[in-house]
């Protein structure tokens, strides 16, 4: 299965505004990655895959609800993803957040070419 960085480009940061940190903790430079491209789904791909409704509650975390739904928190970003809000502070009790399912059927929309 992809994982959300495996398709993000690598960026090394050598900025001399880090230079003191990266000293502190010896090193030379950061490695950070960059922004993640996903696809849209759109509404004729809607009607191709089953979307299970969540009421958000209290102790509520897009990793607990991959946990649930796929079995595996690292798929958060999936549910993230498919509903338009990419951090867990988006979401508030009550919200109605919609799981896709089956998740090979979701990864294929995230990969899909235009």
Do not use: C
Request: aromatic share 12%; net charge positive.
């Amino acid at each position: 299965m992809l994982d959300r960085n495996e398709q993000r480009e690598i960026l090394i940061n050598e900025n001399k505004l880090y230079k003191k940190m990266l000293k502190d903790r010896g090193l030379n430079r950061f490695r950070h990655y960059s922004k993640m491209k996903l696809n849209s789904m759109s509404p004729s791909d809607m009607k191709d895959i089953t979307i299970a409704d969540h009421i958000y509650k209290t102790g509520d975390s897009l990793s607990k609800l991959s946990h649930k739904y796929y079995g595996d928190v690292r798929y958060w970003w999936i549910i993230a993803w498919f509903n338009k809000k990419p951090i867990d502070n988006l979401y508030s009790v009550g919200d109605t957040v919609h799981i896709p399912l089956p998740l090979e059927e979701a990864m294929y929309y995230v990969n899909k070419d235009g």
